[in-house]
């Protein structure tokens, strides 16, 4: 049975660094389009990174928000997916999940698209 499942989250400062995680079982790892997505109270969930497992990571898509902040990276032999979340601010606040694509070929953020979902792991922010 294929899953998702985040870890990492948690409360930091403004400008302070978190790392998620989010380990992926029951798929075929290698050939996998990978998003992180958040979704703030109130507000709609957005795309945040994606990337292809089978290609470089410099491939990976960004948000606008989120260029030069965060990095997604993965590493094959864990089948694990990372969101490395730099200088965090406030708006970054919010439920972060990790999502897979198991038939688009390259990343992309059309949540739509993507056919599983990790339950969520909670990242909050400080003033």
């Known amino acids: 049975q294929a899953q998702l499942v985040e870890s990492g989250g948690g409360s930091v400062q403004t400008g302070g660094s978190l790392r998620l995680s989010c380990v992926a079982s029951?798929?075929?790892?290698?050939?996998?389009?990978m998003g992180w997505f958040r979704q703030a109270p109130g507000k709609e969930r957005e795309g945040v990174a994606t990337?292809?497992?089978?290609?470089?990571?410099?491939?990976?898509v960004y948000a606008d928000s989120v260029k030069g902040r965060f990095t997604i990276s993965h590493d094959n032999a864990k089948n694990t997916v990372y969101l490395q979340m730099n200088s965090l601010k406030p708006e970054d606040t919010g439920m972060y999940y990790c999502?897979?694509?198991?038939?688009?070929?390259?990343?992309?953020?059309?949540?739509?698209?993507?056919?599983?979902w990790g339950q969520g792991t909670q990242v909050t922010v400080s003033s």
């Open positions: 999502a897979a694509d198991v038939k688009t070929p390259f990343p992309h953020l059309t949540d739509r698209n993507y056919n599983f």
């Open positions: 029951g798929f075929t790892y290698s050939r996998l389009c």
């Open positions: 990337i292809y497992t089978n290609v470089p990571v410099d491939s990976a």
